[in-house]
């Protein structure tokens, strides 16, 4: 991973979550999100976490990479309906995080499949830090 991609996702994570931005539902853009999942986090997000947490199964059998592939900028294919899943990563879909409530539809939905508990802010924050640098 390119350590400038992941040192800019953070300084503009730490830059936006000094916004009035404090709420996920506040959040209009994937950076605005960011910032507001960071900014209730008790740290700055980190996007080589985030790829870490994308790529392990917690414990269970699945991870995140099962259905939106190794990577998330191309078309990821659900492990049981056989359904194709758009690009996650912002970069190769620009509807991906631009709706605050299907983010935290989503996130509810995949962390409990994924890791049997909803995710914390941080860990939405690591991820998305991370997606946010990927390119198609």
């Known amino acids: 991973m390119n350590k400038s991609r992941i040192a800019l996702a953070a300084a503009a994570a730490i830059a936006l979550s000094s916004m009035a931005l404090t709420r ?13 999942y960071a900014a209730r ?6 996007a080589e976490q985030g790829k ?3 790529a392990m199964p917690h414990g269970r059998d699945w991870s995140c990479a099962t259905c939106h592939g190794v990577s998330p900028a191309t078309e990821g294919r659900h ?6 899943i758009q690009p996650l990563a912002p970069g190769a879909n620009p509807t991906r995080f631009m709706d605050r409530d299907k983010a935290d539809k989503w996130f509810g939905r ?7 508990r909803a995710c914390t802010d941080a860990e939405k924050a690591d991820v998305l830090a991370w997606l946010i ?3 198609p």
């Open 52 to 54: 870490a947490f994308f």
């Open 41 to 46: 986090s008790a740290r700055a997000p980190s």
């Open 79 to 84: 492990a049981v309906t056989g359904r194709s």
């Open 24 to 36: 996920p539902a506040d959040a209009a853009t994937p950076t605005e999100l960011l910032a507001a």
């Open 133 to 135: 640098t990927l390119k």
């Open 110 to 116: 995949n962390c409990g499949d994924v890791v049997g």
